[in-house]
């Protein structure tokens, strides 16, 4: 390991007489050409002593510089088979977090069209008895009243570690160029002058207030997920 030993100059021999000199600076008066002189040769000497000062502290600065560039790769080191792990690992989980929350997003699909058909045949039951009993107003009443099947929800399958704290942000791709430009047609003209290369921000913006919900033709909603650990 390198020596990361800096040596500071002390300050007391770089301060004397200063004392007397600053007092000289802060006290002369400056009404004529006797006195101007007197003051640019104290502002001489001040300018001496600050450079005195810089020069006297450039080694150590020199060497804080090389102690903060043996220091940083030395962490680079350090953290290189750190980073390769976790290089090889993240996308493999990141591809089971999206697989997982695609089947999960399916099955819950799947039991909400479930609920959905079972609420559907609930109210068509209770039309044929409205109906069956001669109060055919009433039948078309209920069919006429909207399905609302409850919401179904299927967590994907993901663990999560001690201390692991997940933080989703959210951002647009465009899948379709012609369908999302079709979809730009409809939109207010401000919409078409910042097109191009204007339209990712702008759609990201949306993701990100609008989440799942967003639904634009010819555009996706991408989740990706940061993760940290507390410890």
């Not at 697989?99 to 819950?108: C, V």
């Not at 290369?197 to 989740?223: F, K, S, T, W, Y």
Request: charge should be negative; proline fraction near 6%; charged fraction near 30%.
């Amino acid at each position: 390991m390198p020596d990361l030993t800096i040596a500071v100059p002390e300050t007391a021999p770089l301060h004397v007489g200063l004392v007397s000199l600053a007092d000289g600076a802060r006290a002369i008066v400056i009404t004529d050409r006797e006195s101007h002189g007197i003051a640019v040769d104290i502002d001489r000497q001040l300018v001496m002593r600050q450079r005195a000062i810089v020069a006297a502290f450039e080694p150590a600065k020199k060497n804080a510089h090389a102690t903060h560039k043996a220091v940083c790769d030395l962490e680079k080191k350090a953290l290189a088979p750190v980073e390769a792990a976790r290089a090889g690992l993240t996308p493999r989980i990141a591809e089971y977090e999206a697989e997982a929350r695609r089947k999960a997003e399916a099955e819950s699909n799947r039991l909400a069209a479930i609920a959905r058909a079972a609420e559907e045949e609930r109210q068509i039951e209770e039309a044929i008895a409205a109906e069956a009993e001669g109060d055919t107003q009433a039948a078309e009443a209920i069919l006429d009243e909207p399905v609302n099947a409850p919401a179904v929800t299927v967590a994907p399958a993901v663990a999560k570690a001690e201390g692991q704290v997940d933080r989703r942000t959210y951002r647009a791709e465009i899948t379709d160029p012609v369908e999302f430009i079709s979809w730009l047609a409809t939109q207010p003209a401000g919409m078409h002058s910042r097109a191009a290369d204007a339209c990712l921000p702008l759609l990201n913006a949306r993701a990100r207030e609008q989440r799942e919900a967003m639904r634009i033709p010819g555009v996706r909603v991408v989740v990706e997920t940061s993760r940290s650990f507390r410890a």
